[in-house]
């Protein structure tokens, strides 16, 4: 549809951020059905898009050749069959989820504390459009807890974690097994006691893209594994950080399935003050095995 209005001269992309949201598919639509004024079509802009009728009507003035309106016509009803496959999908995801039963009864829904509010950033366009709701209470019956209070998990990555991993964490006895599974940890390659490798190797696990993806959304966020993964980039460069981060997280999940503990969140702020006591902590050890004191500069006169 964009390269078909392009060659038009129809700039719908730089007339709203979204060409296929509510705006977008409004003015697509009318002009498949033979409408060609600009200040109609841009009279059909929603209240809250940011450009003006007089700037979306400048960036729809184009001339209007048969044989790319055709290919517009055709890539919209492309547009419709896909979008309407995909919503068949997300019923199927209901219907299996609601299928599934855990291994201890379901909860009384009277009893359950209602869900937080989804995260910001979480409202992707690859969520359930019919209910992701109730897809996320499922989420949270199977599991016992809800994955998506964790930064950086959306329902999408929660759903790709659970349906790789699974929920009963008794396969993997400890989280170095999980994590080694995952291929989040380092596999060093040691000869003669020196570390010659120490890459992480190469995997096609779900999982493992969805911890990865994880940790890229908390890059900028005012989190704690957002604070870790910035710290660790000054350090070992961005694509260490992002493995170190998703690693993070991997085992934060783990330790929540088995469990079934709830996740408590934590800022920027209390990590950064948590890795300010810890370091201060070994260094007083430190200083204190080589017989010195460690005094704090501004208790200093």
Not at 26 to 44: K, M, N, T
Not at 162 to 184: C, E, Q
Not at 215 to 238: E, T, W
Not at 240 to 256: E, F, K, M, N, W
């Amino acid at each position: 549809m964009q390269q078909a209005l392009i060659h038009m001269n129809i700039r719908l992309d730089q007339a709203v951020s979204d060409p296929t949201g509510d705006t977008g598919l409004r003015i697509i639509r009318a002009i498949v059905a033979g409408e060609r004024d600009p200040h109609q079509l841009a009279a059909l802009r929603h209240p809250h898009c940011k450009k003006s009728e007089a700037e979306i009507a400048r960036a729809l003035t184009g001339t209007w050749r048969e044989e790319h309106l055709f290919v517009l016509k055709q890539s919209l009803e492309l547009f419709d069959f896909y979008t309407r496959q995909i919503e068949a999908g997300d019923a199927e995801i209901e219907r299996t989820s609601s299928a599934i039963r855990p291994h201890w009864p379901d909860p009384d829904p009277n009893d359950q504390a209602p869900l937080p509010p989804n995260k910001r950033g979480s409202n992707s366009k690859n969520l359930p459009k019919n209910s992701p709701v109730n897809v996320r209470r499922h989420l949270r019956r199977i599991t016992g807890i809800d994955l998506t209070s964790v930064d950086g998990l959306s329902l999408d990555l929660a759903l790709k974690i659970v349906a790789a991993i699974g929920t009963d964490m008794s396969r993997f006895p400890t989280v170095k097994h999980v994590t080694s599974w995952l291929k989040l940890c380092p596999n060093n390659q040691i000869t003669g006691g020196k570390i010659i490798r120490s890459s992480t190797g190469k995997s096609h696990n779900r999982a493992r893209q969805a911890f990865l993806q994880a940790a890229a959304s908390v890059a900028r966020s005012n989190c704690a594994f957002g604070a870790f993964y910035r710290r660790l980039k000054a350090r070992v460069g961005p694509a260490q950080a992002q493995v170190a981060t998703a690693h993070t997280i991997a085992r934060v999940v783990y330790h929540l399935l088995k469990f079934k503990v709830e996740y408590c969140q934590m800022s920027a702020q209390e990590y950064e003050q948590q890795f300010r006591e810890r370091e201060t902590r070994y260094l007083q050890r430190k200083v204190a095995r080589l017989g010195f004191t460690l005094t704090p500069t501004a208790a200093v006169s």
